[in-house]
């Protein structure tokens, strides 16, 4: 059921006050904005509200001092800091302070969204300190509906299949906006522990000493403003599922911690005396690429081993543009039946525009832009984003090169596309057009498989020996490779 909500907007810029309202409106809260302290204060005095969005930065009285005097007002009313303000005490003092949850800024419209909905869906709201129970889940499974098309993600909901009752800790990799906690969902849903909490935690969003108390809990009196004992993720997630994203960003000090629990199942609380025993499935994603963080001395190689049983990649959006129509089509319904009405369909232009776009953003970057066109119903907005229209590609030539992504990274062997003599033998046509043909045909399958040479020889069906030989016969390097070369 969709709620709205009256939210008060504190912010002391023009620019980011207008926007916020825009687009909170757009969902169909009604919203009231403040420029400062004791505006707010004075609308508050006069209204009340359901949420408050704050900005710390602002003139006398700050945003901690207006912090301080809504919670002695009203101890329980949700208060969402956003700032771009990054000293890990600051973030601290804002959440000891009561602030019920925090968005560094600059930050996306949909993360927004969902803290909102998770601070206002619950059926009772609770000062922080005292919550002991896990928030609803905002968005349950939010892409279960559609139908998987690629051979891609065939594959990887093959896998989460196979694995989803084993317990085993899954390691999910893959870029930023590709669907990760999508998949970390599918893995509880269809686990054992499916009837038991989901309970996630953005391992980037808070730091080390504000983490740790999120994660293991605190005891009263753990230190200033821990006015109560409060359980941690992993208490919550207890025979369910807690998933940790962006688990690269983890200071190494709590991975040896994380670590402890993932060996004995037991932890302590910050402040605490006693050990708490848990039985919660580990789940951790990371855009990161870890073996580079080990080497860097930013990632602890044992606490890699322990997680990475049954790694997924999630393969980015480019990698399988075939899901593009059905993503739109699903964004398009869940956005038109969230703010009652909007862009009925995608226009052929803009989808045209879709398919031929690199999706830097993937699948989140496609969400936010279908659901701006549900909203502004504008195409001009939208396709301006985009970036200049690709040119007409050129008439391919005999067994043109897969593209020219293939081509710059394979550096292809020259004597292999060398121009044949006018009155070149038939023979010699044939051969040079099934070596290209065949050149081909591998780069296909290494780009599909992620330039995973195994996999890729599997896909060929020869054997990973056979495969070298080709590779290196036909001039084809991996494009990792090649990007280091300048």
């Not at 916020?20 to 919203?31: E, K, N, P, Q, S």
Request: hydrophobic letters at 45%; proline letters at 8%; charged letters at 30%.
């Amino acid at each position: 059921m969709e709620h709205h909500w009256n939210v008060l907007v504190i912010d002391d810029d023009e620019a980011a006050r207008t926007a916020l309202a825009a687009f909170l409106g757009a969902a169909g809260h009604r919203v009231r904005a403040a420029g400062g302290g004791a505006e707010a204060l004075a609308a508050l005095s006069a209204a009340g509200a359901d949420a408050i969005l704050l900005d710390l930065v602002m003139p006398e009285p700050d945003g901690f001092e207006v912090l301080r005097r809504i919670r002695e007002r009203d101890p329980v009313v949700p208060v969402i800091v956003l700032s771009a303000l990054s000293q890990a005490e600051d973030v601290v003092r804002a959440m000891k302070l009561g602030a019920t949850d925090y968005l560094p800024k600059p930050f996306e419209p949909t993360e927004l969204d969902l803290v909102l909905r998770r601070a206002l869906d619950g059926p009772v709201r609770r000062a922080p300190e005292v919550a002991d129970r896990p928030p609803p889940d905002p968005d349950p499974d939010p892409v279960a509906s559609l139908p998987v098309v690629s051979g891609a993600m065939s594959r990887v909901w093959e896998l989460v299949e196979r694995i989803a009752d084993t317990d085993v800790p899954v390691l999910l990799v893959g870029e930023s906006g590709v669907g990760k906690d999508v998949i970390a969902r599918r893995i509880h849903a269809t686990s054992r522990r499916a009837g038991r909490p989901f309970v996630k935690i953005n391992c980037a969003a808070l730091p080390g000493e504000l983490l740790e108390s999120e994660l293991f809990g605190h005891e009263k009196g753990a230190f200033t403003g821990a006015h109560a004992e409060k359980p941690g993720k992993f208490e919550l997630a207890h025979r369910g599922t807690i998933f940790l994203d962006e688990i690269g960003e983890m200071d190494p000090r709590l991975q040896a911690k994380l670590l402890q629990v993932l060996q004995d199942e037991e932890f302590y609380r910050v402040g605490g005396k006693r050990s708490v025993r848990v039985d919660a499935r580990v789940v951790v994603a990371t855009n990161r690429n870890l073996d580079v963080a080990i080497r860097q001395g930013t990632f602890r190689e044992d606490l890699f081993y322990r997680l990475n049983v049954v790694t997924i990649r999630v393969p980015p959006l480019r990698e399988r543009k075939e899901e593009i129509g059905p993503l739109v089509r699903h964004f398009v319904e869940k956005y038109r039946e969230r703010y009652h009405g909007g862009l009925e369909a995608i226009p052929p232009e803009v989808m045209d525009r879709f398919h031929a776009h690199d999706w830097p953003g993937n699948v989140r970057e496609l969400e936010n832009l279908v659901r701006r066109l549900v909203v502004l119903r504008d195409p001009a907005m939208v396709l301006g984003e985009l970036g200049p229209p690709r040119p007409p590609a050129a008439a391919p030539a005999l067994a043109a090169p897969l593209s020219n992504v293939a081509l710059n990274a394979a550096r292809p062997d020259a004597a292999l596309h060398a121009t044949l003599p006018e009155d070149a033998p038939l023979k010699d046509v044939s051969r040079r057009a099934a070596r290209i043909a065949e050149r081909e045909a591998i780069l296909r399958a290494l780009m599909r498989s992620g330039w995973n040479k195994r996999k890729a020889a599997k896909r060929l069906q020869i054997s990973y020996k056979a495969l070298l030989y080709k590779i290196k016969d036909c001039g084809i390097v991996d494009p990792r490779d090649a990007a280091t070369i300048e």
